[in-house]
């Protein structure tokens, strides 16, 4: 699976689309107030994903438990210090509302933490590299 986002930004102009496979979206994010540049930061961004990447994972891993997942709340948290640092500290609460026990939505929040893909690509470490 190939996923990839774009952004094209000018003079009161920001466009983002995101794409798997053959599946192209655009995305509306407002330019900020400045004119230039996006009204939401990277790091904002990253939470979304973290957030976006476990909520439709619990969906997935609950399918496969034959769990009716009725209700799914995230929030992700971390810390950003001073230009040009990594971020720190990334924490999560996942709140989640089924047709099953305490136990069985504990043990299907715990499962889905260990199987989510962008979790793991965070917990690995990775190469960010600059194409030319």
């Not at 900020?32 to 930061?41: H, R, Y």
């Not at 500290?89 to 047709?99: L, M, T």
């Amino acid at each position: 699976m190939k996923i990839s986002a774009s952004i094209k930004s000018a003079l009161n102009r920001h466009e983002v689309s995101v794409q798997t496979n053959d599946s192209a979206k655009e995305m509306n994010i407002a330019v900020k107030p400045t004119g230039f540049g996006s009204s939401v930061n990277g790091g904002e961004l990253l939470m979304l994903s973290l957030a976006t990447c476990f909520c439709n994972d619990i969906y997935r891993e609950a399918a496969k438990k034959n769990i009716e997942v009725t209700g799914v709340e995230v929030e992700f948290v971390s810390e950003f210090g001073a230009e040009g640092e990594p971020g720190s500290d990334f924490r999560y609460k996942a709140h989640v509302k089924a047709n099953a026990t305490d136990a069985e939505i504990a043990d299907l929040i715990a499962h889905t933490d260990r199987m989510a893909e962008i979790h793991n690509t965070l917990r690995k470490g990775l190469a960010v590299t600059l194409s030319k």
